[in-house]
Nanobody
Framework: QVRLVESGGGLAQAGGSLSLSCAAS????????MAWYRQAPGEQRELVAS???????NYSDSVKGRFTISRPNARNTVYLEMNSLKPEDTAVYLC??????????????WGKGTLVTVSS
């Protein structure tokens, strides 16, 4: 059993900053990659940023230079630092983890999501 606990988010003004975190716990043998997605009302879910076990990061063009994904010391927690926020960043942000369980099964997990609202 694996559990993802997301925290952070909330309301920010345009130009402001917010931070998100997602902690994975449970029967984890290895984490292959962690990522943040977002879904705005009426829109498709999109990848915001990802980080591999080796520390390679990837960002969507819309957040590049403003958001930073990190996973300090390769622990089971991923962070998303969001700066220079724009109203179009308003969405539910979801944590995604690709991992190998203690029974050596590769599974992809989703968090429940946390709402980020940016006012103009």
């Amino acid at each position: 059993q694996v559990r993802l606990v997301e925290s952070g988010g909330g309301l920010a003004q345009a130009g402001g900053s917010l931070s998100l975190s997602c902690a994975a716990s449970g029967s984890i043998f290895r984490i292959n990659a962690m990522a943040w997605y977002r879904q705005a009302p009426g829109e498709q879910r999109e990848l915001v940023a990802s980080i591999t076990s080796g520390g390679t990061t990837n960002y969507s063009d819309s957040v590049k230079g403003r958001f930073t994904i990190s996973r300090p010391n390769a622990r089971n927690t991923v962070y998303l630092e969001m700066n220079s926020l724009k109203p179009e960043d308003t969405a539910v942000y979801l944590c995604n983890v690709d991992l190998v369980t203690s029974t050596i099964s590769t599974i992809n997990y989703w968090g429940k999501g946390t709402l980020v609202t940016v006012s103009s």
